[in-house]
C-alpha cells in the first residue's frame, strides 16, 4: 500500500514538473514576466527545452522579449544551477544568432553587456555561422554595429559555404552592410578563419 502511494506521488510529482518546464517555456516564448516570475522559484531546472532544443532563455531572446531576456540572465536560486547562457538550439544557435536574426535589436544590446555571451561572440551554429553572419543574412545593421564593437568580433570567419558575414550581406542584397562589412575586416587585420 505505502509503495503505491509512493509511486503515485512519485508520478504525480512528475507530473507537475513536466506541467511545470511546459508553461515555463511557453511563458518565455510570450514574453510572460508574470508567468516566468511566478514559475521561477519552483523551478528546479531552468534549462528546459522544448522539441528543437530551445530554452526559456533562447526563445525569450528568439521572440524579442528583452525583459524576459535579462530576467532569465540576472536570476539566482539555491535550488538550482544558472541558465546556460552558451546553450545552443538544435541548430546550433545561441540566443546571439536568434536576436540577431529575429532583428531585436534590444536584445542583442542586453546579450552583449554579458562577458558569457562575449566570451562566446565568435560561436558558430551548424552552418558555420556567428551572430554576424546571420546579422549581415537579415540586414540587421543595428546588430552589426553592435558586434562591431566587441571584443573580440572576427569579420573574417568563414561559413562552411566559404563565406565571411559580407559576403553572406552582399549575397542577400545588404551592398551597404556588405561595404560596412569590408572596412570592418580591412581595420581587422589580412587572415580569414575556417569554423
Known amino acids: 500500500m505505502l509503495r503505491a502511494a509512493k509511486e503515485w506521488i ?91 536574426i529575429g532583428r531585436h535589436t534590444s536584445v ?23 551572430a554576424l553572419h546571420c546579422a549581415a543574412i537579415v540586414g540587421h545593421k543595428s546588430a552589426i554595429d553592435l558586434l562591431a564593437r566587441t571584443p573580440g568580433i572576427n569579420f573574417k570567419i568563414v561559413n562552411k559555404k566559404y563565406k565571411t558575414p559580407r559576403h553572406m550581406a552582399k549575397l542577400n542584397g545588404n551592398k551597404t552592410i556588405s561595404e560596412d562589412l569590408h572596412k570592418f575586416a580591412s581595420a581587422d587585420g589580412p587572415s580569414c578563419k575556417i569554423m
Open 108 to 130: 542583442v544590446k542586453l546579450l552583449l553587456k554579458y562577458r558569457q555571451v562575449i566570451e562566446d561572440v565568435n560561436a558558430v551554429n551548424k552552418e558555420g555561422n556567428t
Open 10 to 100: 512519485d508520478r504525480d510529482i512528475k507530473s507537475i514538473g513536466e506541467a511545470s518546464s511546459k508553461q515555463f517555456l511557453k511563458d518565455a516564448e510570450n514574453g510572460y514576466i508574470i508567468g516566468l516570475k511566478a514559475l521561477l522559484p519552483i523551478m528546479t531546472n531552468l534549462d528546459p527545452v522544448d522539441g528543437d532544443h530551445n530554452t526559456p532563455f533562447l526563445l525569450a531572446a528568439a521572440y524579442g522579449h528583452a525583459s524576459a531576456t535579462e530576467l532569465l540572465l540576472n536570476y539566482t536560486s539555491t535550488r538550482c544551477r544558472p541558465i546556460d547562457v552558451q546553450h545552443r538550439n538544435r541548430d546550433g544557435n545561441t540566443a546571439l544568432h536568434l536576436a540577431c
